[in-house]
């Protein structure tokens, strides 16, 4: 079982380390398994989507990343709101790790860093994003079991998929590597994720729940796919209205190297895709300015020579 231990720095809070958990023991009726398998349709679904497509290639446009940051923002403060109502709760209680997961201080720095010190006044929930937030608070308020369910889809996969999405921003960014701007991503206070996970299913595996509660947190769950995937496609059709920007040549930032974890929404096939095509290619090649003066050079001759032959 977890154990708290100061950190080695002596800070005043602590950090959890977590002892390995096997998962030899899982049952196929267990929580975590049901939703493993009861949302694989949705998850195929959300990593296909142009948005997270783009992301992973590192086709991730400024504006359009401080958007999905105020996105994020409304729908953590929404679900760590009715996590902290639900604290107490016996059918969610086990799940609050408010010190390890909780992501809404962490979005404020993130905002306070590209809107600056009056960034409340600067951002407003978007369309998707209110339907998504008002969903959490019904649930919390009416149903706080199924808060299990969006507790699920959204730390789980920040602290798998999330991880990979956190170097490509970085990259394609180019974000101070001191981590401002995605400090979203960062979880100083869970020591080892992949353990802290086990932990976590293992929590949900351990709550009273009948066989109707858990199909309705694998439904529940589902919908809060739909709802992420809402959220990319408002994105989505934002991002093609904006200017575009210098991402490196539109070269893809994501290597194929980095481990992207079955996951919550992000996309872990994704990931090991093979490269960008000759013809993307090509066209991040013809973007770089040596290689423009070189064209124009080659058109100037071409358009003097044609000229000659005409006359």
Known sequence: MPSAQESPEGGEEDILHY????????????LSELLKEGTKESHDRAENTQFVKDFLKG?????????????????????EEEMDHNKDNPLFAPLYFPVELHRREALAKDLKYFYGEDWKEKIQCSEATQQ???????????????????????????????????????RALKLPSTE??????????ISNAQQFKQLYRARMNALDLDKNTKERIVEEANKAFRFNMQVFDELDKVGRSLGEEA????????????????CPYYADKLGSASPSCPFHAAVGLARQ???????????????????????
Not at 66 to 72: F, G, I, Q, S
């Open 180 to 189: 401002e701007g995605i400090q979203f991503y960062v979880f100083d206070n």
């Open 19 to 30: 002892e390995e958990i096997e998962d030899d023991a899982v049952s196929p009726m267990d």
């Open 247 to 262: 991402q490196d040549g539109g070269v893809p930032v994501h290597d194929g190297k980095g481990d992207i974890r079955k």
């Open 59 to 79: 086709r991730i446009k400024k504006e359009l990343f401080k958007l999905a940051t105020v996105a994020l923002y409304f729908t953590y403060s929404a679900l």
């Open 132 to 170: 998504y937030v008002d969903r959490i608070h019904h649930v919390g308020q009416h149903e706080p079991e199924l808060l299990v369910a969006h507790a699920y889809t959204r730390y789980m996969g920040d602290l798998s998929g999330g991880q990979v999405l956190k170097k490509v921003a970085q």
């Open 289 to 311: 300015p040596l290689v423009q003066l070189v064209l124009a050079a080659c058109m100037a001759v071409a358009a003097g020579a044609a000229a000659w032959y005409i006359l």
